[in-house]
């Protein structure tokens, strides 16, 4: 089983609203991520948790706050957005994080759009 | 620095052959992944290469010269389903073992009857 769920699938939100996206894995990856993708793009690297503590965080703005209530869960809060913050947004989990041979299994992701 | 340079188009015929390049340029090479992705959907894991040479895996090969910077992703028997954008990524080690994934445009695959 390599599935990630995301909920979710589509979601529109004001700039002064406050959602919440979230992502499960039940295949014991200890790596959970956020990414961001617009369109004809590849995938950017939002945040990074391992064994639930961020790892890295690529710069996002604070209107994006990560959070890994378990192994299992990730979140991602949303708050103040704006217009260009609409994309399709993916999570995806691996084994470990900083490890050979680790490959990131994606979910189907979140379409944002913000109005 | 990094640098992933992959065609951004190419057309090919059901039943065929199609070979989808990939060269990179980074400072710490640590493998590299080949996805699918169709349209507004997620990337899908095709394949992985650390070490040089050919990596089969069912209609879909992959390939690695580590020498030359240099990976394909080989699709026989195209089908009209294969008609996806295919995503190169190369895993980077940067400063303090940190491991991250630098990913091409994406080669965009239309499959023709």
């Known amino acids: 089983d390599t599935e990630v769920t995301q909920t979710p699938k589509h979601l529109v939100m004001g700039m002064t609203n406050k959602k919440s996206l979230k992502c499960e894995q039940h295949?014991?990856?200890?790596?959970m991520y956020w990414y961001k993708q617009k369109a004809k793009k590849p995938p950017e690297l939002m945040f990074v948790?391992?064994?639930?503590?961020?790892?890295i965080n690529e710069s996002v703005p604070s209107r994006f706050s990560p959070e890994c209530p378990n192994s299992s869960l990730l979140n991602l809060h949303l708050h103040a957005l704006q217009p260009e913050d609409s994309a399709l947004y993916l999570c995806?989990?691996?084994?470990?994080?900083?490890?050979?041979?680790?490959?990131?299994?994606f979910g189907p992701g979140t379409r944002l759009l913000v109005l | 620095g990094q640098n992933i340079d992959q065609p951004t188009e190419m057309t090919a015929t059901e039943g065929a052959i199609v070979q989808i390049n990939c060269t990179y340029q980074?400072?710490?090479?640590?493998?590299l992944f080949w996805y699918q992705q169709h349209a507004g959907e997620a990337p899908t894991f095709l394949s992985y290469?650390?070490l040089d040479g050919l990596e089969e895996k069912g209609r879909f090969s992959s390939f690695l010269s580590r020498s030359k910077g240099y990976s394909y992703l080989l699709l026989k028997e195209l089908q009209m389903k294969d008609s996806a954008s295919y995503l190169c990524?190369?895993?980077?080690?940067?400063?303090?073992?940190?491991?991250?994934?630098?990913w091409g445009l994406g080669t965009s695959l239309a499959v023709n009857p």
């Open positions: 995806a989990s691996s084994q470990d994080f900083g490890r050979e041979y680790e490959t990131q299994y």
């Open positions: 295949m014991g990856h200890r790596a």
């Open positions: 948790y391992s064994y639930e503590k961020l790892s």
């Open positions: 980074t400072s710490g090479f640590n493998g």
């Open positions: 290469n650390v």
């Open positions: 990524a190369v895993r980077e080690i940067k400063s303090g073992n940190n491991r991250k994934l630098i």
